[in-house]
């Protein structure tokens, strides 16, 4: 049976794409990166078989790279959701195996207002939340109906806290609308949280899903600083009910790939997924 190459939009450090190097290759994968620059992290963990398959210097956002990419594999997936999804639509026809996740899927991810409504419409379990306009009298609104603190975020481009302002007084909203730029937002009710939980879940093409056991994330700065695993619970259904929330997630959307689903556990033994 042949190799087969899979194609890999990479950002920057590459930290995931290093990660997926090394199992590529005990299972006799090709994989090509498209990042900028000749010896990103990526890049120097696997080194191309062939120079057919050398790696792709140009950046993720370029459709003349993508469309050279896909030419020479036979799937492609990325490495973070920032990507161009109306290009992956053009090019899921020439790459044989497909792009993955569906770049549906990705779209539905890039807006973290469209994927609260998605998840609610699926039965998952978010926490309150609005579509809020970049103005003080709509945010005031907000406040009103949700009560302060509360957390306003981008709808897009929201990553690693980015996009996060948590507004505790009303004065505070001059900041905030600086803070996030003018960015589509929205409100969510703030939560109190006993536990952050994270939850990696793998779906196959055939929507066969399943996880990982359980971790605890603990943050600092909205980066990740700690991750204790498994769990810190004596409780056997706290994972147990992670896990089948972080499923169910994962079921709802299409396309295979690996996700990471993060939620919290509330104080009074509910649960809501954040991201």
């Known amino acids: 049976m042949k190799s087969r190459t899979v194609g890999v939009l990479g950002q920057g450090g590459g930290q995931l794409g290093r990660m997926m190097a090394v199992p590529a290759a005990l299972l006799d994968l090709d994989i090509i990166f498209l990042d900028v620059g000749e010896h990103t992290p990526a890049k120097q963990v696997f080194a191309p078989k062939h120079p057919d398959k050398a790696h792709i210097n140009g950046s993720f956002s370029d459709p003349a790279m993508v469309r050279e990419l896909a030419h020479k594999v036979d799937v492609l997936t990325v490495e973070i ?3 161009n999804v109306d290009m992956l639509e053009r090019v899921e ?3 044989p195996l497909g792009v993955h996740p569906s770049p549906s899927t990705i779209r539905i991810i890039q807006d973290k207002f469209l994927q609260k409504k998605h ?3 699926h039965g998952c379990p978010v926490s309150d939340f609005m579509a809020v306009e970049p103005t003080a009298q709509s945010i005031e609104a907000a406040a009103a109906t949700f009560g302060l603190p509360l957390m306003l975020k981008s709808k897009t481009l929201a990553y690693d806290g980015r996009g996060n302002y948590a507004l505790r007084e009303l004065s505070q909203i001059p900041d905030a609308l ?5 960015r589509p937002l929205y ?5 109190q949280f006993s536990v952050e939980i994270s939850v990696m879940v793998v779906r196959s093409t055939s929507g066969e899903v399943r996880s990982y056991p359980v971790v605890e994330t603990v943050h ?3 980066i990740c600083h700690l991750v204790f695993a498994p769990l810190r619970s004596h409780d056997p259904r706290v994972p147990e009910r992670a896990r089948f929330i972080a499923e169910n997630a994962v079921k709802s959307l299409s396309g295979a790939g690996v996700f990471g689903v993060e939620m919290f556990l509330l104080s009074d033994g ?5 991201q």
Do not use: C
């Open 81 to 83: 959701e920032h990507v």
């Open 93 to 95: 026809g020439i790459v």
């Open 119 to 121: 998840l609610q419409s």
């Open 178 to 182: 600086s803070a996030l730029k003018n």
């Open 187 to 191: 409100a969510e009710k703030w939560v």
């Open 220 to 222: 600092k700065d909205n």
């Open 270 to 274: 509910k649960y809501n997924i954040s």
